[in-house]
């Protein structure tokens, strides 16, 4: 039985790197979840077949809980909208951070009840000092991931929007992560459980004032970062529970899932370091409103329907705008009608277009544009001079030439969609707001930009038809 | 069974595994992907069937119940978001991803 149980955990774990080996890329995608899917069915149903699990009650409870949990998620994954996908993620990953803790408690628990019946007994005792440390590290690591995610989703799912909870929060933060050590270097030698409940109530407390202050724009990498931190959770409780497929799996989304956070945090212009522990855009208020020469000039649909149409190649610019809007399904009608007329159409795609790098790329998968008209920055940015019209669609921050002319724009310095090059931009916006950044854009007030005021969905819909009219 | 220093063997080339994986992919895949590995995180559901059917007293029933509760919800739920995101990705020729 124990050779079945080992031979499935191994052959789990080869399936998970496979499938993500698959997921890295758009052909194999859908293959490498399927495989992985079949990974976990597998290590799931062999495990029930446990030796040295117990109790008739625990084993309904876990058929319990696998019931109520799953369904749970099944449904709320099977619902949620694409756009609201990120928030979704976050929730999730929570869930994983926090089984990883909850791990580690009752680990710890045992540990205690065991010490109590030897005289003189301690934690470090019964599970050997490697093993502790390595518990409460994972523990630590999985409840911060769940509260913190917990916060991010609240956050993004616009239920929570306070920047701080308490006066001097980085203070605060680094008097509870000593006292958090503190505890659990007392707990190697104790006998109490009540001090395992503290230091975990003080875990969830610390994840909570961590994410707190993290900006909307930021929330990404956080989250990411979160996903990387649960992985890791699981690796080390993996280690605690001596189960060779946690340990690979957990450690490979650890690392994973640390690459994916810098990878993102690089196409945002900043780093994990200033994300979790620095505020944005607080030198915007100095910078000076004056500089931007020139004015806004409007434009009507029916001209950009025109001046599209006689276009020899369109480039689409959306932004999180449009998902807003639901426009996705109207562009890309749209982008049929320009393609009949004989125009190359193509969509540019900033690595963080939408709420999370690659959302914006599911959003228009959804509206069944074929992903070989999607280009990433680097590959559409020499476009640009060529393009006849660049049609900015609720994007603003991503195509500010600012980031790349002016060293006092908070913006400097991250790349930019270069839109500001072609020779006609139109830009579809509802009101004359800044972005999400709440830094101006320059690009509306060059002499080459025109902007066609109103809603995404509504200004897509009138450009259709009266590109059909032409 | 796995001893110190294996472990920390396991633990060195499980991170270049995964750094491996992960570093040539598109942007366009960064969304299904941070989705596709959280979903294999929820490997953590065996930990926490191990937990529970090793608790002893009522409340390392509870939390080992919680375990169970929240790591299916992060197997599942990160099974079919990553599922319904790669589903959609088709390219233009018609073939399915």
Same mark, same amino acid.
């Given at each position: 039985m124990e050779m079945m149980i080992q031979a499935s955990y191994f052959l789990a774990a080869v399936l998970f790197i496979v499938g993500l080996k698959q997921m890295s890329s758009p052909v194999t995608a859908r293959r490498g979840i399927l495989w992985s899917g079949v990974g976990m069915i597998l290590a799931t149903l062999v495990?029930?077949?446990?030796?040295?699990?117990?109790?008739?009650?625990?084993?309904?409870?876990?058929?319990?809980?696998?019931?109520?949990?799953?369904?749970?998620?099944?449904?709320?994954?099977?619902?949620?909208?694409?756009?609201d996908m990120p928030q979704m993620i976050a929730l999730f990953n929570g869930m994983g951070g926090g089984a990883a803790g909850a791990i580690a408690a009752v680990v710890l628990m045992r540990a205690i009840g065991q010490a109590d019946a030897i005289p003189g007994g301690s934690v470090s005792m019964v599970l050997g000092t490697d093993v502790a440390i390595v518990a409460l590290v994972g523990a630590f690591i999985g409840t911060i991931s769940f509260s913190g995610s917990l916060i991010a989703w609240a956050k993004l799912d616009g239920r929570f929007k306070r920047t701080s909870l308490v006066p001097q929060q980085h203070w605060v933060n680094l008097a509870l992560l000593v006292l958090v050590i503190y505890i659990g270097v007392k707990l190697f030698d104790t006998q109490s459980a009540g001090l395992v409940m503290l230091f975990f109530a003080l875990v969830l407390l610390l994840g909570v004032f961590?994410?707190?202050?993290?900006?909307?724009?930021?929330?990404?990498?956080?989250?990411?970062?979160?996903?990387?931190?649960?992985?890791?959770?699981?690796?080390?409780?993996?280690?605690?529970?001596?189960?060779?497929?946690?340990?690979?799996?957990g450690t490979v989304v650890g690392s994973a899932g640390t690459l994916l956070t810098q990878m993102m945090a690089k196409a945002m212009n900043r780093s994990v370091w200033n994300v979790l522990f620095g505020g944005f855009g607080q030198s915007a208020e100095s910078a000076d409103p004056d500089v931007i020469q020139g004015s806004m000039k409007e434009i009507q649909s029916q001209d950009t329907a025109i001046m599209m149409a006689y276009a020899s190649q369109v480039v689409i610019v959306p932004g999180y705008g449009m998902a807003v809007a639901q426009a996705q399904h109207k562009v890309w009608e749209l982008c049929e009608l320009l393609e009949e007329e004989g125009v190359k159409v193509k969509f540019a795609i900033h690595p963080v277009a939408g709420r999370m790098p690659g959302h914006m790329n599911v959003l228009l998968a959804e509206a069944g544009v074929p992903y070989d008209k999607i280009f990433d920055m680097d590959e559409i940015n020499p476009? /640009?001079?060529?393009?006849?019209?660049? =049609?900015?669609? $609720?994007?603003?921050?991503?195509?500010?030439?600012?980031?790349?002319?002016?060293?006092?724009?908070?913006?400097?310095?991250?790349?930019?969609?270069?839109?500001?090059?072609?020779?006609?931009?139109?830009?579809?916006?509802?009101?004359?707001?800044?972005?999400?950044?709440?830094?101006?854009?320059?690009? /509306?007030?060059?002499?080459?930009?025109? =902007?066609?005021? $109103?809603?995404?969905?509504?200004?897509?819909?009138?450009l259709i038809q009266h590109l059909k009219k032409l | 069974m796995i001893e110190g220093w294996a472990a920390i063997y396991i633990f060195l080339l499980a991170g270049f595994t995964g750094y491996e994986v992960i570093s040539r992919v598109p942007v366009i895949l960064h969304t299904p992907l941070m989705s596709g590995s959280n979903f294999i995180h929820g490997i953590v559901l065996v930990g926490a069937m191990v937990a529970l059917g090793h608790a002893e007293t009522f409340t390392q029933q509870v939390v080992g119940f919680i375990a169970v509760l929240l790591a299916a919800g992060n197997a599942v739920g990160g099974y079919v978001v990553t599922e319904r995101m790669l589903e959609m990705f088709k390219s233009s020729k018609g073939g399915k991803g």
């Open positions: 495990t029930f077949l446990d030796p040295t699990l117990h109790g008739v009650f625990n084993y309904l409870l876990m058929a319990l809980g696998i019931a109520i949990g799953g369904g749970y998620a099944w449904q709320k994954g099977k619902t949620v909208p694409m756009v961590v994410t707190t202050p993290v900006g909307g724009a930021d929330m990404p990498v956080a989250i990411s970062l979160f996903n990387a931190l649960t992985g890791l959770a699981v690796g080390l409780e993996g280690y605690v529970l001596d189960n060779a497929a946690m340990i690979i799996a476009e /640009f001079p060529k393009t006849t019209v660049a =049609l900015v669609i $609720g994007a603003n921050d991503v195509v500010n030439p600012d980031a790349r002319n002016d060293k006092t724009s908070p913006l400097y310095g991250m790349p930019v969609l270069d839109a500001a090059l072609a020779e006609n931009v139109v830009v579809v916006k509802r009101g004359k707001g800044t972005g999400f950044s709440g830094v101006e854009n320059a690009l /509306f007030y060059q002499e080459n930009t025109q =902007l066609l005021y $109103g809603d995404g969905q509504k200004i897509a819909s009138e | -």
